[in-house]
């Protein structure tokens, strides 16, 4: 097929008897182009439809771009490009229809230019991925009067350039692997058109520039040496839509296949096989019908971009999130004051009434769109309520309203990602930063936007000639903007020479972005230094430092911190990290508090997604401050192995003060690399921890509820009476129940009545559900994670308990329900045993031979297979590890609507809980069937005259009474049973156990 395609080329216009064009020789084969004046009057030579790979069509669809084969003869390269496959809803009246057949690129360079190879500038055009195109006939005029040579490429687009399924057929990014392809043909062929290959500048604009930036990053590019700079324009790679989630665009992906007749639930090998026959006019009107309804979803959304690939992926350009890896390479960013305004273009194409659905629901949109990068739920409405009150003032006029959503959404796409990524990229490589406030002619054609503002990607019409395509301006451009053009040409033209974008005995210095201020082109058409913007959207604290590093005022801090979340910036980087230092939480560093004139800063826990607020009582925390400006604080505070807590006080049903510490994380968060993972040890914290606030339930989701909850939920609660005997006190150690698939730690005032005593209370929270009793039975999965986070909690009291007066040789565990079942197994463990962790134990309406305290693993297996499945982290050759890794990204709400999709009718029956572990599992809890295992621990037991009631709540009908298997007689003789059937509570009726003669 390649040969009669170039065949056909080679005789078009009989191009061997056109003398006047420029005819070059390539490794690939001759080439005839044609000429040119630039802006200025020089002549330029251009090869126009130059091919960079064998067109994606046929068997070569959806597949990675193969390289162009030799040809014979002279290859005409004068005609135009067409673009490739494309509807483009953003800018609808462009009406963009395009090609498959179009991975060309074009090449321009100064005719009679002698001696050195020239730098290279290799041009990315925009369009949000899914749209757009190279650009006119007359795209070089401006860069041709400089001395260098200008490459600009096509790259498939929308479904068919980023559709992926996750696996080595389609991995996603084949329009980045284009990109990747094209640049190697500059490698192997630039030389012939005078070019240096070892001096390779990307330019960019809006998605353009987020490429420029994956493409600086990747490790792929980086390893072929086939980049040496960058300049991205009105785009960051940290926007959300520069990566999305894979299971997110497999499911577009999933949704055009089967809106074009092919079968979603084949191989990816027959999806291709069967995609390749269908008209191309097809998948692009189901691609066409997605956009539309996924705009109306969110103001951002897109429904095919790129993705983080397989580790098996050919050519995998983006083997991880790139915005976190470092560059050295040198880098040139820009915005302007007025990107925001893309989002005007984009209401036109909401259904009507959309924004008014949105104002009226505003909270909601927020959540459901922070929503969509965490599953904090505390974040989502903490988060929710910020933004809200940041950027939504006035909710009378819908006129207003639509102003503000744009400016939020601006703020999200375009200000913090491009301070995010300043921040990240300046101790890296030479970074250097800009603000267009310059408005142009062209501003505003494209993209709605008022006239004293430079709107989206507007730098780009003053290197890039877009004049023919607006048919309302004149071929040639005002003064004031050939001056501006000139002068940034300058500019990136000095950048592709020197790697410093000042031209060499200029009167002005662009100085690198050190931290503080960045250039701005203003209205004037000034090039000068700013330190507003970057100052504005940091909120600088200068009153109060800790050598050179400043803090933020903490409400700002905290949407910084929503922002970072919307933009994928990792909140638990290590904190010599620039991102996390800098913008997160730049401890230590102290803010003198407004309505109370305590000094706190904002620490990020090293596990943490979020930045939890810190004290301190001593003067040197904060230079500059006297003694006497500190006040004491308010609340208990304990010193612990782990580090200062401080908690609160609350009054006990019988009026006696009590002490209270809650939401102690006791592990790190098992989110990321540690989902799905044993729990991790809690490390020691700098400061004061307020440990004040009220823990999130673990995520989950119960028939009689609605789902709730978080994955970072791994906290415990302390309670102590605040006056005491000297003597250590015993330690009950709360297990609450709800048939391992949910329920949580209780409500804040739930030790009101046991603070009537002299004891210690500690009530956990741990996983439940798919999260914490999945099993695939091997080292990998191998079951009880939620049994496993108590068995982390009760080191955490060994270790910790006595410095809150408790005595961790007397620890009392405790249960209702599954957390009764709980208690028995704890009580009963080799390992719980062997550590010595327990002294007792009081099991209430559980017992460990009920069917659900001990499961077959096959059938937890089954289920298990059948969430990962529905997840789409399942092939046929999948291990443990392959699966936790995808795992370990799937969206937690998806994961929960798999889970109440396996759940049983049944519900007697449960789809997760304990198993057997097997025989390597770390920290195995329950090696054996528990039940047949003798303690000697004392032990109290309960049950009611009503068990059976829960069955009917449940819906079972069943009208079965659990039995409870009281222990063997041989067993009976050494342990003291306490047996009660209970209509009441536990005990005597006034708090206390029931004596050793007493029993029942």
């Not at 792929?220 to 989630?245: A, W, Y």
């Not at 009793?773 to 994670?785: E, S």
């Amino acid at each position: 097929m390649w040969t009669a395609y170039v065949l056909a080329i080679l005789l078009q216009g009989c191009l061997s008897q056109n003398l006047g064009n420029p005819i070059l020789e390539t490794p690939l084969g001759k080439m005839q182009g044609w000429e040119r004046m630039s802006r200025d009057g020089r002549v330029y030579q251009a090869w126009t439809r130059v091919p960079f790979a064998q067109p994606p069509l046929g068997e070569l669809r959806f597949m990675p771009p193969k390289a162009v084969e030799k040809w014979n003869g002279i290859l005409n390269t004068t005609a135009d490009l067409d673009p490739c496959l494309q509807t483009v809803t953003v800018v609808p009246y462009l009406n963009l229809k395009g090609s498959e057949d179009c991975l060309y690129l074009n090449v321009y360079r100064p005719k009679g230019v002698r001696g050195k190879p020239l730098p290279v500038l290799f041009s990315i055009f925009g369009g949000a991925f899914n749209g757009q195109s190279l650009g006119p006939r007359e795209y070089a005029d401006y860069i041709m009067d400089e001395d260098v040579i200008m490459v600009g490429i096509n790259f498939r687009m929308n479904f068919f350039g980023f559709m992926t399924l996750g696996d080595k057929t389609f991995p996603g990014n084949f329009g980045m692997k284009d990109m990747v392809a094209a640049l190697r043909w500059v490698k192997n062929n630039i030389a012939s058109f005078g070019g240096d290959p070892n001096s390779v500048t990307l330019i960019g604009y809006s998605s353009g520039g987020m490429n420029v930036e994956q493409l600086l990053r990747s490790p792929l590019v980086e390893k072929e040496e086939l980049v040496s700079r960058g300049f991205s324009d009105s785009g960051s790679e940290n926007h959300q839509i520069c990566l999305s989630k894979v299971d997110k665009i497999k499911k577009n992906s999933l949704q055009v296949i089967r809106a074009v007749g092919c079968d979603g639930n084949r191989s990816s090998e027959e999806i291709r096989t069967c995609l390749q026959s269908v008209d191309g006019a097809d998948i692009i009107k189901a691609v066409y019908d997605l956009r539309r309804s996924n705009t109306a979803e969110f103001l951002d959304k897109r429904p095919f971009t790129p993705v983080i690939e397989p580790e098996d992926a050919e050519d995998n350009v983006i083997p991880e999130d790139l915005s976190l890896r470092k560059t050295s390479k040198p880098w040139i960013t820009s915005t302007t004051n007025g990107e925001y305004f893309i989002y005007n273009t984009v209401t036109g194409l909401v259904p009507p009434g959309w924004f008014e659905d949105v104002r009226s629901n505003l909270t909601g949109y927020l959540q459901a769109w922070i929503g969509q990068h965490t599953n904090n739920l505390t974040t989502i409405e903490e988060g929710a309520q910020l933004l809200k009150k940041q950027y939504f003032q006035n909710m009378e006029s819908i006129d207003n309203f639509t102003v503000d959503l744009t400016k939020m959404h601006g703020a999200a796409g375009f200000d913090y990602p491009f301070l995010f990524n300043i921040e990240k990229q300046k101790n890296n490589g030479p970074t250097w930063a800009y603000r267009m406030e310059y408005r142009g002619e062209l501003s505003g054609l494209l993209f709605k936007c008022p006239g004293d503002t430079a709107c989206h990607a507007d730098t780009c019409y003053f290197y890039i000639n877009f004049r023919s395509q607006f048919k309302c301006v004149s071929p040639i451009e005002t003064l004031p903007d050939k001056a501006v053009s000139k002068r940034f040409i300058k500019y990136l033209v000095n950048f592709a020479y020197h790697n410093n974008p000042t031209p060499p005995g200029s009167d002005f210095i662009w100085e690198q972005y050190k931290g503080n201020e960045i250039m701005r082109m203003t209205k004037n058409g000034d090039f000068m230094a700013d330190a507003d913007f970057v100052s504005n959207l940091k909120k600088i604290l200068t009153f109060c430092k800790l050598g050179q590093r400043a803090i933020w005022r903490s409400v700002d801090m905290k949407t910084l911190g929503v922002m970072a979340i919307l933009l994928r910036v990792s909140l638990s980087q290590n904190l010599d990290d620039p991102v996390a230092d800098t913008l997160q939480c730049p401890a230590p560093g102290w803010e003198k508090g407004s309505r109370d004139g305590r000094y706190h800063s904002w620490t990020r826990i090293p596990y943490s997604d979020r930045c939890l607020r810190t004290s301190s009582r001593d003067s040197k925390d904060c230079l500059n401050t006297n003694a006497s400006q500190l006040k004491n604080l308010d609340g208990p505070i304990v010193d612990t192995p782990l580090g200062r807590v401080q908690g609160w006080e609350r009054t006990s049903r019988d009026g006696r003060l009590y002490q209270a510490w809650t939401k102690i994380p006791y592990t790190q968060p098992p989110v990321g690399e540690l989902r799905f993972m044993p729990p991790k040890p809690m490390t020691p914290w700098i400061g004061t921890l307020e440990a004040t606030a009220d823990p999130a339930p673990c995520l989950q989701k119960m028939s009689l509820y609605d789902a709730k909850g978080t994955e970072n939920c791994l906290y415990l609660n302390v309670y102590r009476p605040k006056n005491r005997s000297g003597q250590a006190l015993p330690v009950l150690f709360h297990i609450h129940g709800g048939a391992f698939q949910s329920g949580d730690i209780g409500p804040r005032e739930m030790a009101d009545y046991l603070m009537d005593q002299d004891v210690i209370l500690v009530a956990i929270q741990y996983r439940l559900n798919f999260f914490g009793y999945m099993t695939l039975g091997d080292k990998i999965f191998p079951g009880n994670f939620g049994l496993k986070d108590q068995l982390t909690a009760l080191r955490w009291v060994k270790k910790n308990i006595a410095s809150f007066g408790g005595d961790p040789n007397s620890v009392t565990i405790f249960g209702e329900s599954a957390g009764g079942q709980n208690s028995q197994h704890l009580l009963r463990s080799p390992l719980i045993e062997k550590e010595d962790l327990v002294s007792r134990a009081v099991s209430d309406s559980g017992s460990i031979n009920h069917l659900t305290s001990l499961m077959n693993v096959d059938e937890v297996k089954a289920n298990t297979l059948k969430v990962v499945r529905a997840v789409c982290c399942l092939t046929s050759n999948s291990s443990s590890e392959e699966i936790r890794k995808c795992l370990q990204t799937v969206d937690g709400a998806d994961i929960m609507a798999a889970y109440e999709a396996v759940k049983p009718v049944d519900k007697s029956i449960l789809p997760f809980a304990p198993v057997i572990e097997p025989k390597d599992a770390e920290d195995n809890i329950i090696p054996e069937d528990l039940s047949l295992r003798v303690s000697s621990k004392p032990w109290i037991t309960s049950t009611a005259n009503g068990e059976f009631l829960l069955y009917t709540l449940l819906g079972s009908g069943s009208g079965g009474v659990w039995l409870i298997c009281s222990s063997s007689q041989s067993e009976s003789a050494k342990i003291p049973v306490r047996l009660r059937v209970r209509g009441g509570g536990l005990g005597d009726g006034r708090g206390m156990p029931p004596s050793e003669t007493s029993g029942e």
